[in-house]
Every structure is written in structure tokens, then in C-alpha cells.
């Protein structure tokens, strides 16, 4: 029982994965827009 636990969580992992890193990596280049932004916004003050 223990053992079919793991494994499924395993595979839920497995599934997820590539869209978690997909999200992770929209987040990253949206975050980096939004730097952007502040600092272009920030020196023109």
C-alpha cells in the first residue's frame, strides 16, 4: 500500500512538472518586464 502511495505520487509529479516549469518560466519573464518597467520609470523621475 505504501509502495502504490509513492508510486502515485510519483506519477502526479511526473504529469504536473511540465507545466509547473511552463508557469515558472512566464512568471520569470514577466517579473523581468516588470523590473523593466520600474527601473525605466525610476530614472526618468
Given at each position: ?45
Amino acid at each position: 500500500m505504501k509502495d502504490q502511495n509513492f508510486k502515485d505520487e510519483v506519477m502526479k509529479i511526473l504529469e504536473e512538472a511540465p507545466s509547473a516549469r511552463r508557469a515558472l518560466l512566464e512568471n520569470y519573464d514577466n517579473l523581468l518586464r516588470v523590473a523593466d518597467y520600474c527601473h525605466d520609470n525610476y530614472l526618468q523621475v
